[in-house]
Nanobody
Framework: VQLVESGGGLVQPGSSLRLSCATS????????IGWFRQAPGKEREGVAC?????????YLADSVKGRFTISRDNAKNTVYLQMNNLKPEDTAVYYC????????????????WGQGTQVTVSS
C-alpha cells in the first residue's frame, strides 16, 4: 500500500491549490481516503475524507466547508483535494491516508499514510 501526495506549495491568501494523492497497491474503491493536516505545534487534524465507494459519503471540517472539496478518480487511483480561497491558517503539512472500508475522518482510524506535502499561505 502506497500513497504519495503532490501539489503543495507557497501561495498568497485567496489563491487555490489542488493536492493529489496517488495510490497504489490496493483497490482504491475499497478504501476511505482522508486528507489531514498538521501545523507546527498542533495536533494532526482531519480536513476532508471520502468513504469507500459503496458507502459514498464525504466529510469536511467546519473550517474548510465552502472552500475545499474532496473527490476521487478510481480509474486513476487518485484522490484530490481542491482548496480555494486559501487562508494563512491553512498553512500546514498535508497528508493523505487510507483505511480499508473506512467511513470516518478520525486520525486514529487510518493505517496507511503518505509522506506529506507542505502548503504555505502567506503574503
Amino acid at each position: 500500500v502506497q500513497l504519495v501526495e503532490s501539489g503543495g506549495g507557497l501561495v498568497q491568501p485567496g489563491s487555490s491549490l489542488r493536492l493529489s494523492c496517488a495510490t497504489s497497491g490496493f483497490t482504491l474503491g475499497h478504501y476511505a481516503i482522508g486528507w489531514f493536516r498538521q501545523a507546527p505545534g498542533k495536533e494532526r487534524e482531519g480536513v476532508a475524507c471520502i468513504s469507500h465507494s459503496s458507502y459514498g459519503k464525504t466529510y469536511l471540517a467546519d473550517s474548510v466547508k465552502g472552500r475545499f472539496t474532496i473527490s476521487r478518480d478510481n480509474a486513476k487511483n487518485t484522490v484530490y483535494l481542491q482548496m480555494n480561497n486559501l487562508k494563512p491558517e491553512d498553512t500546514a503539512v498535508y497528508y493523505c491516508a487510507g483505511e480499508v472500508l473506512g467511513r470516518s475522518c478520525d486520525v486514529d482510524d487510518y493505517d496507511y499514510w503518505g509522506q506529506g506535502t507542505q502548503v504555505t499561505v502567506s503574503s
